[in-house]
């Protein structure tokens, strides 16, 4: 029973797998048909009628070859057509033959040939057979007239230089290697330049090429006894030369806390040209020149490192198929905190110049066994050694390659790899994490430098801030301990005092204190290492401000006097501008003006104006007493005094007046000339006292005569009174006479007016 039942699923089995081996073979069938190259049979007289509507022509499939590669390895080659499908009909006619062979669906622009000792005839016509536009290329030869051809090259690298183009190129393996000839044309020319053979195989240079245009290569080898027929190759577009450099646009250091010892490195940059390249190359390696280069790819232009805290070199470039442009270089410093990785157990013994010894952390014996220990000074890239340790926390580097020289500062840094089987660096992104950093001398000395650019600040009467910059690393000669600063006090005939202070390296300022006021003093700073104080910075002075002495007594008298000008301040400024700059009166304001009653009289003051009597006014009051002025009507001209004549510019003031009271006639000139000649008479011998404090007033009241203050009308010569004249008695009186502490007696009057 078991085994008929074993029987009866071994044969349930074996139907079943038959059943699926069948399903496939139909699903796959129509597929394997469409793609699969089939050879028919078929008669010329057919084929010929079914494909004579398909004609030659230059842009459909062309350049149809059939040659022999070797013995009983003939086949042909063609090019496609521009408009034409990938895929083609290969028909092969023999002389000797009634029937052809007909190959569908060849996707390659070749067919290998299954010819004999005979004719033949070779047709490539497109897939698209059976339309009004399919195109074909005919080929006619013989087994024996089939040269023996090399090529075309398997593959071919062109590559742009400044100027120029390298040509490399492979071959197959029946073809050997062979010199080649290159023929050249820009991109839209139609006819090709000089063809450029090569002087060494698989490689050929072709030179003074414009670098922004983009060419069009072919390659063929050179024909030799052994290769009798070389066909050009395809079409290769080479690219315009990449001339210039990107541009980095900005950098970023970061650190990474998930892992000690290392940061983030982030670049960007862009490239001046666009749609030219294909994308960019980032190489990038340690600067000790520890192997190997990296080199990262990428489409975009930017990137992310993670490095350790070693100092790297970066070049970016662009590239396409055929050139690369310059390299924009950036150089990525050693971490300047990389000394405080590790907690600071990392030490050095200097044995000689050739030897030291490097101390790490014990703990890290466990986890890591591959180090590498880099050493540099100051401006150059430094050294390296990677090693292998898996029982001391120690490493001693000997047999340098350059000695340590003496008063050198060196800086020495350890690195931690994750390998365990060898130390050398497999790749440089995210390889290694830095243990930590610190520094030596084989020998230290005193500083040979001084600090500089002292200056001082912020000075006051006790105190002032000091500053100064660090002295230069190549002058301290070993380890900077401190500085001292010397500062002396420099007293007017007394003694100098000198006095120093220590303060710690980092420092670069010092806020000096309980200094004297007003007291010079001059500073200067050393430097010190365990070796001695090294020379002294150039002298700096400086003073501090003077005290300014303060008493109460003295403070109170200056508010007594402050507070007494503003009580009683006023009237004596006053009385002082009074004095000072006296206001001079209008006297066409005067009460006397107002009693004017004819032109005649205008004209008549007019005349007394020019008098020398206006400046000879009392300076002490130059105040106007309002008065009227009684003259005698008994008064005639032989009585007026002899009185000197004043400047033009009196005179000009006067006509200012008249002019301003109204014009008078013109019969009035010969009164003034009258008047004018009354003036020679000696004012001593006029029986007239000035009465009133007005002097010009006064004496034109006393010399007016009786007939001109009887009314003008009557006067012969001279007309009647203007209209206007009438306003000059309606305005009020103006003017108000301020008296003095002293009135002038009328003697004082009297000699100013001589």
Same mark, same amino acid.
Not at 12 to 20: C, D, Q, R
Not at 42 to 57: D, F, L
Not at 364 to 383: A, L, Q
């Given at each position: 029973?078991?085994?008929?039942?074993?029987?009866?699923?071994?044969?349930?089995?074996?139907?079943?797998?038959?059943?699926?081996?069948?399903?496939?073979?139909?699903?796959?069938?129509?597929?394997?048909?469409?793609?699969?190259?089939?050879?028919?049979?078929?008669?010329?007289?057919?084929?010929?009628?079914?494909?004579?509507?398909?004609?030659?022509?230059?842009?459909?499939?062309?350049?149809?070859?059939?040659?022999?590669?070797?013995?009983?390895?003939?086949?042909?080659?063609?090019?496609?057509?521009?408009?034409?499908?990938?895929?083609?009909?290969?028909?092969?006619?023999?002389?000797?033959?009634?029937?052809?062979?007909?190959?569908?669906?060849?996707?390659?622009?070749?067919?290998?040939?299954?010819?004999?000792?005979?004719?033949?005839?070779?047709?490539?016509?497109?897939?698209?057979?059976?339309?009004?536009?399919?195109?074909?290329?005919?080929?006619?030869?013989?087994?024996?007239?089939?040269?023996?051809?090399?090529?075309?090259?398997?593959?071919?690298?062109?590559?742009?230089?400044?100027?120029?183009?390298?040509?490399?190129?492979?071959?197959?393996?029946?073809?050997?290697?062979?010199?080649?000839?290159?023929?050249?044309?820009?991109?839209?020319?139609?006819?090709?330049?000089?063809?450029?053979?090569?002087?060494?195989?698989?490689?050929?240079?072709?030179?003074?090429?414009?670098?922004?245009?983009?060419?069009?290569?072919?390659?063929?080898?050179?024909?030799?006894?052994?290769?009798?027929?070389?066909?050009?190759?395809?079409?290769?577009?080479?690219?315009?030369?990449?001339?210039?450099?990107?541009?980095?646009?900005?950098?970023?250091?970061?650190?990474?806390?998930?892992?000690?010892?290392?940061?983030?490195?982030?670049?960007?940059?862009?490239?001046?040209?666009?749609?030219?390249?294909?994308?960019?190359?980032?190489?990038?390696?340690?600067?000790?020149?520890?192997?190997?280069?990296?080199?990262? *790819?990428?489409?975009? &232009?930017?990137? +992310?490192?993670?490095? $350790?805290?070693?100092?790297? #070199? @970066? /070049?970016?470039?662009?590239? =396409?198929?055929?050139?690369?442009?310059?390299?924009? *270089?950036?150089?990525? &410093?050693?971490? +300047?905190?990389?000394? $405080?990785?590790?907690?600071? #157990? @990392? /030490?050095?013994?200097?044995? =000689?110049?050739?030897?030291?010894?490097?101390?790490?952390?014990?703990?890290?014996?466990?986890?890591?066994?591959?180090?590498?220990?880099?050493?540099?000074?100051?401006?150059?890239?430094?050294?390296?050694?990677?090693?292998?340790?898996?029982?001391?926390?120690?490493?001693?580097?000997?047999?340098?390659?350059?000695?340590?020289?003496?008063?050198?500062?060196?800086?020495?840094?350890?690195?931690?790899?994750?390998?365990?089987?060898?130390?050398?660096?497999?790749?440089?992104?995210?390889?290694?994490?830095?243990?930590?950093?610190?520094?030596?001398?084989?020998?230290?000395?005193?500083?040979?430098?001084?600090?500089?650019?002292?200056?001082?600040?912020?000075?006051?009467?006790?105190?002032?801030?000091?500053?100064?910059?660090?002295?230069?690393?190549?002058?301290?000669?070993?380890?900077?301990?401190?500085?001292?600063?010397?500062?002396?006090?420099?007293?007017?005939?007394?003694?100098?005092?000198?006095?120093?202070?220590?303060?710690?390296?980092?420092?670069?300022?010092?806020?000096?204190?309980?200094?004297?006021?007003?007291?010079?003093?001059?500073?200067?700073?050393?430097?010190?290492?365990?070796?001695?104080?090294?020379?002294?910075?150039?002298?700096?002075?400086?003073?501090?401000?003077?005290?300014?002495?303060?008493?109460?007594?003295?403070?109170?008298?200056?508010?007594?006097?402050?507070?007494?000008?503003?009580?009683?301040?006023?009237?004596?400024?006053?009385?002082?501008?009074?004095?000072?700059?006296?206001?001079?009166?209008?006297?066409?304001?005067?009460?006397?003006?107002?009693?004017?009653?004819?032109?005649?009289?205008?004209?008549?003051?007019?005349?007394?104006?020019?008098?020398?009597?206006?400046?000879?006014?009392?300076?002490?009051?130059?105040?106007?007493?309002?008065?009227?002025?009684?003259?005698?009507?008994?008064?005639?001209?032989?009585?007026?005094?002899?009185?000197?004549?004043?400047?033009?510019?009196?005179?000009?003031?006067?006509?200012?007046?008249?002019?301003?009271?109204?014009?008078?006639?013109?019969?009035?000139?010969?009164?003034?000339?009258?008047?004018?000649?009354?003036?020679?008479?000696?004012?001593?011998?006029?029986?007239?006292?000035?009465?009133?404090?007005?002097?010009?007033?006064?004496?034109?009241?006393?010399?007016?005569?009786?007939?001109?203050?009887?009314?003008?009308?009557?006067?012969?010569?001279?007309?009647?009174?203007?209209?206007?004249?009438?306003?000059?008695?309606?305005?009020?009186?103006?003017?108000?006479?301020?008296?003095?502490?002293?009135?002038?007696?009328?003697?004082?009057?009297?000699?100013?007016?001589?």
């Amino acid at each position: 029973m078991s085994g008929g039942g074993g029987t009866k699923h071994r044969w349930l089995g074996t139907y079943m797998h038959a059943l699926v081996v069948g399903l496939m073979l139909v699903l796959y069938a129509p597929i394997y048909t469409n793609v699969h190259v089939s050879a028919e049979k078929c008669t010329p007289k057919n084929i010929s009628a079914k494909y004579q509507h398909c004609g030659i022509h230059p842009d459909g499939v062309h350049n149809l070859d059939c040659f022999r590669k070797s013995k009983n390895d003939e086949k042909c080659t063609w090019e496609p057509g521009i408009r034409g499908s990938k895929s083609y009909t290969f028909i092969l006619q023999q002389a000797d033959k009634s029937h052809c062979v007909v190959y569908y669906n060849i996707t390659k622009a070749n067919q290998k040939l299954n010819i004999f000792d005979c004719k033949f005839t070779v047709e490539v016509i497109e897939s698209n057979a059976g339309k009004a536009n399919c195109t074909k290329a005919v080929f006619s030869g013989s087994k024996k007239t089939l040269k023996r051809s090399c090529g075309p090259p398997s593959t071919v690298s062109p590559t742009r230089t400044p100027g120029a183009l390298q040509v490399n190129v492979t071959w197959l393996k029946e073809d050997g290697n062979n010199k080649i000839s290159v023929r050249y044309r820009a991109l839209g020319s139609r006819w090709w330049n000089e063809t450029v053979e090569s002087r060494l195989p698989n490689t050929a240079m072709v030179e003074k090429l414009t670098p922004s245009l983009v060419y069009v290569v072919q390659i063929q080898c050179v024909t030799t006894a052994e290769c009798s027929q070389c066909p050009w190759s395809k079409n290769y577009y080479v690219p315009s030369e990449l001339t210039t450099q990107p541009i980095i646009v900005s950098v970023k250091y970061e650190d990474i806390t998930q892992k000690t010892g290392c940061r983030l490195i982030s670049i960007t940059w862009k490239f001046p040209v666009k749609d030219l390249y294909d994308g960019y190359r980032v190489t990038v390696w340690k600067e000790p020149g520890e192997p190997p280069q990296e080199q990262l *790819t990428t489409s975009e &232009p930017e990137i +992310r490192l993670i490095l $350790s805290y070693s100092a790297y #070199r @970066l /070049n970016i470039s662009a590239y =396409n198929n055929a050139s690369v442009s310059p390299a924009a *270089t950036h150089v990525v &410093p050693q971490h +300047r905190d990389a000394s $405080s990785v590790g907690d600071g #157990r @990392l /030490n050095v013994t200097v044995h =000689n110049s050739t030897a030291f010894t490097i101390h790490w952390r014990a703990d890290r014996i466990r986890k890591y066994v591959c180090y590498v220990v880099e050493w540099m000074k100051k401006g150059h890239s430094g050294w390296y050694q990677s090693f292998f340790e898996d029982t001391n926390a120690a490493r001693t580097v000997s047999s340098l390659s350059e000695h340590l020289e003496p008063y050198t500062r060196y800086r020495v840094t350890l690195h931690l790899r994750p390998y365990k089987n060898t130390c050398n660096m497999k790749r440089v992104n995210d390889s290694e994490s830095t243990d930590g950093t610190t520094e030596f001398y084989l020998t230290e000395g005193s500083p040979v430098g001084a600090p500089a650019n002292v200056s001082f600040h912020n000075v006051t009467l006790n105190s002032a801030v000091l500053q100064w910059s660090h002295i230069p690393e190549e002058d301290l000669r070993g380890f900077l301990l401190g500085y001292i600063i010397y500062y002396t006090e420099h007293h007017y005939r007394e003694t100098s005092t000198a006095h120093n202070i220590t303060v710690d390296p980092g420092s670069t300022s010092f806020h000096m204190e309980a200094l004297e006021s007003g007291t010079a003093y001059q500073v200067q700073i050393s430097g010190f290492t365990s070796e001695g104080e090294g020379i002294r910075s150039i002298p700096g002075v400086f003073k501090t401000d003077q005290k300014v002495n303060f008493s109460i007594r003295g403070a109170i008298a200056a508010f007594v006097v402050v507070a007494s000008l503003l009580a009683f301040g006023s009237p004596v400024i006053k009385r002082a501008k009074a004095i000072l700059w006296p206001r001079v009166p209008n006297p066409g304001h005067s009460n006397a003006v107002q009693k004017i009653e004819s032109p005649g009289q205008l004209k008549l003051l007019e005349a007394l104006a020019t008098l020398k009597v206006v400046e000879e006014w009392d300076t002490k009051s130059f105040q106007i007493l309002e008065r009227e002025a009684v003259i005698p009507p008994q008064a005639s001209s032989s009585m007026l005094p002899h009185v000197r004549t004043c400047e033009d510019d009196t005179l000009e003031m006067a006509r200012a007046w008249s002019e301003r009271d109204g014009d008078s006639a013109t019969d009035d000139d010969d009164t003034a000339d009258t008047l004018l000649d009354t003036q020679r008479t000696h004012f001593q011998s006029s029986p007239f006292t000035l009465a009133g404090g007005y002097t010009t007033m006064d004496m034109f009241q006393q010399l007016t005569p009786q007939w001109m203050t009887e009314g003008g009308s009557n006067t012969p010569g001279i007309e009647g009174e203007p209209e206007d004249f009438t306003v000059l008695k309606s305005k009020r009186l103006d003017y108000v006479r301020q008296f003095s502490t002293s009135p002038p007696s009328d003697s004082e009057f009297t000699s100013a007016l001589l």
